[in-house]
């Protein structure tokens, strides 16, 4: 039986900085993600970052943070274009829809690139950032926060010590987020121009027919907001945890053309490894689930993810094996360090050492393969819809 390994301290998930640089960077978007999470950690770290230029379509809220967070006014920008002009080393993107358009003017203006998750929307958008990022020799890191939390690390070690993983199952019950982001006092003006919320909303669409083709608005909304936009995050993690998916066995989204969708989808690895992964939309109970468990003959690892908007909230990892007859039973909570804060000390050190990111370009990539991959074997027929194809 393998021993249990020591908790992941910082130093061991960043690395030592021998000589710490401030990066001024420039924050793209700053609505909820940005004003619970990136800015106030942002503000924590000031040894590492200068929070030196800000963007936002919403001109009330721009000033409302510029005020906030000491940015001048002739560093706040509408068009993110200005933003990218200004002597920013870094950017992060944290926009609504696909991250694209910004992570692509980013990376020719020679900008380091963290950009929130999902990277984009298509296979075509992909391929093309990383050609941007190549030719620019920027580092872009894909912010999948999960990656970097101190509880995961220490779960992810615990698997990749399994002797023969037989069965990953993973479970989202995914509350109305109103609910825990109404504890922050998040700002929103509804002072977007008509004309630019109507070019962002058809600029949307336009992707959402590349990505699903014509399908229903319900499964479009799926794709972008239940896929892209929270499903991303365990596919990623599975996939550090076991490795890729060799197929896609089964899918089915219920009710149909609900609101309030529920997923499952039976994932193949090589061997004999397989996964179930169910996320549900429950909206009511204020009680956010997710877990990752990974179940071999002789050992079980459970990953527990508490809500994203909670702050400094340890993941456990409940471990249990057989010992002289007897069922033993571990549960580790290795940090209340948050995993946003850690990915931006990560982030950080891949821009003053040169480093490789940990989550980067082809690794966001591949979740959106994976992730249309599932979606499209969902078989709508006899649900009142059509059947589709994926189409990158």
């Keep these: 039986m393998a021993m249990v390994p020591p908790p992941i301290t910082l130093d061991v998930l960043v690395g030592a900085v021998s000589e710490t640089q401030r990066i001024r960077i420039g924050v793209i978007g700053c609505g909820t993600v940005a004003q619970i999470m990136h800015l106030p950690y942002l503000r924590s770290l000031p040894a590492q970052f200068e929070i030196f230029a800000l963007s936002d379509l919403s001109p009330g809220l721009l000033d409302l943070l510029g005020e906030r967070y000491g940015v001048p006014a002739t560093r706040r920008f509408l068009d993110y274009r200005g933003l990218l002009e200004s002597e920013v080393d870094a950017v992060l993107v944290l926009s609504a829809g696909s991250h694209a358009p910004q992570v692509l003017a980013a990376a020719e203006a020679g900008k380091h690139i963290l950009v929130e998750k999902p990277l984009c929307f298509t296979l075509r958008e992909a391929d093309e950032i990383a050609a941007a990022v190549s030719r620019s020799q920027v580092r872009l890191m894909v912010a999948y926060m999960k990656r970097f939390d101190p509880g995961f690390r220490h779960g992810e070690r615990l698997v990749h010590a399994m002797r023969e993983p037989r069965y990953v199952q993973i479970n989202t019950l995914h509350p109305s987020e109103d609910q825990y982001i109404d504890i922050h006092g998040v700002h929103r003006f509804g002072d977007i121009p008509r004309d630019v919320a109507q070019r962002a909303e058809k600029a949307q669409e336009e992707l959402l027919d590349e990505a699903v083709g014509a399908v229903s608005s319900a499964l479009r909304?799926?794709?972008?907001?239940?896929?892209?936009?929270?499903?991303?995050?365990?596919?990623?993690?599975?996939?550090?945890?076991?490795?890729?998916?060799?197929?896609?066995?089964?899918?089915?989204?219920?009710?149909?053309?609900?609101?309030?969708?529920?997923?499952?989808?039976?994932?193949?690895?090589?061997?004999?490894?397989?996964?179930?992964?169910?996320?549900?939309?429950?909206?009511?109970?204020?009680?956010?689930?997710?877990?990752?468990?990974?179940?071999?003959?002789?050992?079980r690892v459970r990953v527990q993810f508490p809500s994203p908007f909670l702050k400094h909230w340890p993941t456990p990892v409940v471990a249990q094996r057989m010992e002289h007859g007897a069922l033993v039973e571990e549960r580790v909570e290795v940090s209340h360090a948050e995993a946003f804060r850690e990915e931006l000390l990560a982030f950080h050190e891949c821009v003053v050492s040169g480093s490789q990111p940990l989550t980067d370009t082809a690794d966001a990539r591949t979740d959106i393969a994976v992730l249309q991959q599932i979606f499209a074997a969902f078989d709508p027929a006899g649900l009142g819809g059509e059947a589709k194809t994926s189409r990158g």
Excluded: C, Q
Aim: no cysteine.
């Design 221 to 299: 909304f799926v794709y972008h907001d239940v896929f892209l936009g929270s499903m991303v995050h365990d596919i990623n993690a599975l996939r550090s945890l076991v490795g890729e998916p060799a197929g896609v066995l089964f899918t089915d989204i219920w009710p149909p053309d609900s609101k309030f969708p529920s997923v499952t989808t039976v994932l193949r690895h090589a061997g004999n490894l397989r996964t179930t992964y169910t996320w549900t939309y429950l909206a009511e109970v204020r009680d956010y689930f997710e877990e990752l468990a990974v179940f071999s003959s002789s050992e």
